[in-house]
């Protein structure tokens, strides 16, 4: 087909290829989700059904897109790596960035009813983006660490903020001026002394966050076959099949990833 004199618009289009060889990070945050979580009654400071819509909504963007090896996700963010390799949308930031982006946006509407019952979504919730790229595995794990570590930080305030207002009596101002200046060792020590709470004892889903992977699972499943004869019989099916699979466990250590060799791809 012969070109149209407008054609030449497309060279205004900016090059957003990214870098070869680099893993892809897509970082998601929600928008004003300290509003949103108010407005939805979400329970503090961890909401399990907000937590499990943020993985459930993950889970749809692996499982949608292509070559993503690893998720993580605590409070309203979730980060998504694709493989160093992958020529996905030509590697194009814009394109993996808003595919990522509007799946898991959508999937978090979709799904809603399912964590949240009678709570009703009162207003479309939106997703912010970036894409950072990392050159090496050790970056990429320290990206992984940085958000872990986040996780555990803003989880050990949260925990022991909201001890102090719901079980200790205090108002958010007092539990606010109580914390200031407080390093790990005070805050387990309050948990511990005041309430009797071993903060090691904490769900390791509010400690650890969220990390979704792709694994190998055998499932067996029976089936009845009806014979030319008519008679029916029973057979076991197996079959291995790639599933994603959520854990919260550490990531920062070297034992998870021995553990799942295969996520990070070779530095040379
Ligand atoms: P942003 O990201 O700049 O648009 O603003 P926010 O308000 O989303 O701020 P951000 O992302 O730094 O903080 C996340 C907010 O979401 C924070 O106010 C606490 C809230 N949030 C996240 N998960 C939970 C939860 O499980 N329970 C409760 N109560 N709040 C949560
Ligand atoms: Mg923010
Ligand atoms: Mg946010
Ligand atoms: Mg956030
Ligand atoms: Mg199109």
């Not at 986040?150 to 007092?174: A, R």
């Not at 071993?198 to 067996?220: C, D, M, R």
Request: proline residues 3%; charged residues 25%; aromatic residues 12%.
């Amino acid at each position: 087909m012969a070109k149209s004199k407008f054609e030449y618009v497309r060279n205004f289009e900016l090059d957003d290829t990214c870098l070869r060889n680099c893993y892809i990070v897509v970082r998601l945050d929600g928008r004003n989700f300290h509003k949103f979580s108010d407005q939805h009654n979400f329970i503090k400071p961890n909401d399990d059904r907000a937590l499990g819509l943020m993985s459930r909504s993950a889970r749809s963007v692996m499982e949608e897109l292509e070559d993503i090896t690893i998720a993580y996700g605590q409070s309203d963010e979730f980060s998504f790596v694709f493989k160093r390799s992958t020529t996905w949308f030509k590697r194009r930031a814009s394109k993996l960035m808003t595919h990522v982006a509007s799946q898991f946006s959508s999937s978090f509407v979709f799904y809603w009813k399912e964590y949240f019952g009678e709570q009703p979504l009162l207003y479309p919730p939106s997703f912010d983006g970036r894409v950072v790229l990392y050159p090496s595995n050790r970056n990429l794990r320290d990206y992984l660490s940085w958000r872990q570590a986040d996780c555990h930080i803003n989880n050990l305030y949260n925990t022991t903020f909201w001890t102090l207002v719901q079980k200790g009596g205090l108002t958010t101002t007092q539990a606010e001026e109580r914390l200031s200046g407080t390093q790990a060792a005070d805050k387990n020590e309050i948990l511990f002394s005041e309430f009797s709470i071993n903060y090691n004892n904490e769900s390791p889903l509010h400690k650890k966050g969220t990390t979704l992977i792709w694994e190998k699972v055998t499932e067996t499943t029976t089936k009845q076959i009806k014979r030319p004869d008519d008679e029916e019989t029973q057979v076991t099916v197996t079959r291995t099949r790639k599933k994603v699979t959520s854990h919260s466990c550490d990531i920062i250590g070297d034992q998870f990833w021995e553990e799942h060799a295969d996520i990070l791809e070779s530095d040379q």
